[in-house]
């Protein structure tokens, strides 16, 4: 999971993998929007699920949009 606020995503998804510089996987992510009352809080939640982890391994990962290539 992750939030934006109030940045869009436009291809929201989760790269990841075993080596910082190889992460070879790949999730899409569903988007949800939250809006806090009379504080002004309002963005987006994302979540991915990372698929196929092995036991005992550290994996790295990125958070971004696909579509404009812009991870953090």
Same mark, same amino acid.
């Given at each position: 999971?992750?939030?934006? !606020?109030?940045?869009?995503?436009?291809?929201?998804?989760?790269? =990841?993998?075993?080596?910082?510089?190889? %992460?070879?996987?790949?999730? &899409?992510?569903?988007?949800?929007?939250? !809006?806090?009352?009379?504080?002004?809080?309002?963005?987006?939640? =994302?979540?991915?699920?990372?698929?196929? %982890?092995?036991?005992?391994? &550290?994996?790295?990962?990125?958070?971004?949009?696909?579509?404009?290539?812009?991870?953090?």
């Amino acid at each position: 999971m992750w939030v934006s !606020n109030p940045e869009e995503y436009l291809e929201p998804v989760v790269l =990841y993998g075993e080596y910082p510089t190889k %992460l070879n996987q790949i999730e &899409k992510a569903t988007v949800d929007t939250y !809006n806090v009352g009379h504080f002004g809080f309002h963005g987006r939640i =994302y979540r991915a699920v990372m698929k196929n %982890l092995k036991f005992g391994k &550290k994996y790295y990962y990125k958070v971004g949009d696909l579509k404009t290539r812009t991870f953090s």
